[in-house]
């Protein structure tokens, strides 16, 4: 498992009310790499916060993190 990737599960199952359904798939391509985020339906209002504002910061962090190694990460909240 990736560093970027494990540092997202971490990240939302400490937000999230039902941790143990947090499931996260990594599709790669050559450059880039999208994380496909699937929570329990009561959690998705939480993961994505007021006007997005959780969201996007685990972009950010998620991110940064995949800098390291030249990665382009895009995370997608799939309910």
Known sequence: MTDYKEL?????????DHPDEVVVTEV????AAILELRVHES???KVI????RIINALRTLVK??????N???TIELLS
Do not use: M, Q, S
């Open 8 to 16: 997202l599960v971490a990240l939302v199952t400490k937000i999230v």
């Open 71 to 73: 990665k382009r990460i």
């Open 49 to 52: 916060g007021r006007d997005g």
């Open 28 to 31: 790669e391509g050559e450059r």
């Open 43 to 45: 959690d998705v209002g």
């Open 64 to 69: 940064a993190a995949a800098g390291r190694e």
